[in-house]
């Protein structure tokens, strides 16, 4: 799975693999994990995140969310997704979608199953299915910060500057510490400003 060109690399980072948990984050990450339910686990975290300044915290945090994310509590859909990333790391687009497909039609409420359909959209060029899968996966996890800065780096490749101005800010509403969605809002902002002038 991979790791935030915006879309590339912005949803390249909700792909990212599991990350490995710092030695100093065990006691947090161990405080979190004790929740019982994974929607229980998610509030935590995303209730951290809002709460984070530091960037190098905050990041350690969105890992554990998508480390959440990519759990989808079937083996099997699990093991596709496995599939569907060897597929993509060797360039077999058209089989990684298939699988995407199936994931998706086993578990229609895995949000990265369409989070991850979404990414391989966007690189096989195809935007508007793209935002379709984005528009699920914020259907199903409003707060899915990945998906919304791919809706960001579409919205800002179609020119629609101000649409992609609002998904940087609600991007910064649940994660304030990415330094890279704070860049893109202050260039949003200023290519605006210079518009209106």
């Known amino acids: 799975m991979s790791s935030f060109l915006i879309l590339g690399c912005v949803l390249a980072a909700s792909f990212a693999g599991p990350p490995s948990l710092l030695a100093a984050d065990t006691s ?3 405080a979190t994990s004790e929740l019982t339910t994974p929607k229980q686990r998610l ?3 995303f209730s951290e995140l809002k709460r984070e300044r530091d960037p190098d915290k905050a ?3 969105s890992d554990r969310i998508r480390i959440e994310w ?3 509590g079937s083996a099997s859909v699990n093991l596709l997704m496995q ?3 060897k597929a ?3 360039n077999r687009k058209a089989t990684a979608l298939d699988i995407f497909d199936q994931v998706i039609t086993l578990s229609p409420q895995y949000v990265e199953g369409w989070n991850q359909r979404a990414t391989l959209h966007y690189q096989m060029g195809n935007y508007r299915k793209s935002m379709s899968d984005i528009n699920r996966v914020l259907a199903i ?8 800065a791919g809706m960001a780096a579409i919205l800002t490749a179609a020119g629609k500057d101000e649409l992609a101005l609002r998904a940087w800010e609600q991007f910064l509403d649940i994660y304030p510490a990415d330094r890279r969605a704070q860049e893109q809002l202050g ?9 209106r002038t």
């Open 28 to 30: 947090q990450a161990s």
């Open 43 to 45: 509030d935590a975290l």
């Open 59 to 61: 990041r350690e945090i």
């Open 70 to 72: 990519q759990d989808s």
């Open 83 to 85: 599939w569907a990333s």
């Open 88 to 90: 993509v790391e060797s």
């Open 141 to 148: 996890e409003p707060r899915h910060f990945g998906a919304l």
């Open 187 to 195: 260039e949003l902002e200023e290519k605006l400003a210079g518009n």
